[in-house]
């Protein structure tokens, strides 16, 4: 099993960046390198939804809102992931989560069978 720690969340003016990390313990290089690996937030009340994910061989998906704006990344020897996001608005606001599925690919984004505990964002206007 893969167990999941985000880290880099905090407060943030609307405009400024904050760069989110996700480090990977408890499996192998080879087993992460055929993991799909997504950012995912959410806050109360609303449904969660996919921002980010990245393949193995490291094509990107974006949710439309914030393309252009924010980067997802992937270190396959180092068993990390990240999120750098650029011109946060408030509407980024909210719990982010990384999270792992056991498969090369990560269309559909669903079955992510592993999640980290999550990292809080808060643009403020």
């Known amino acids: 099993q893969v167990q999941l720690v985000e880290s880099g969340g905090g407060s943030v003016q609307a405009g400024g960046s904050l760069r989110l990390s996700c480090t990977a313990s408890?499996?192998?290089?080879?087993?992460?390198?055929?993991?799909?690996m997504g950012w995912f937030r959410q806050v109360p009340g609303k449904e969660r939804e996919g921002v980010a994910n990245?393949?193995?061989?490291?094509?990107?998906y974006y949710t439309d809102s914030v393309k252009g704006r924010f980067t997802i990344s992937r270190d396959n020897a180092k068993k990390m992931l990240y999120l750098q996001m650029n011109s946060l608005k408030p509407e980024d606001t909210g719990m982010y989560y990384c999270?792992?599925?056991?498969?090369?690919?990560?269309?559909?984004?669903?079955?992510?069978?592993?999640w980290g505990q999550g990292t809080q964002v808060t643009v403020s206007s």
């Open positions: 408890g499996t192998t290089y080879s087993s992460y390198s055929n993991y799909c």
């Open positions: 999270a792992a599925k056991s498969s090369p690919s990560c269309a559909p984004a669903i079955n992510f069978g592993y």
């Open positions: 990245i393949t193995t061989s490291k094509y990107t």
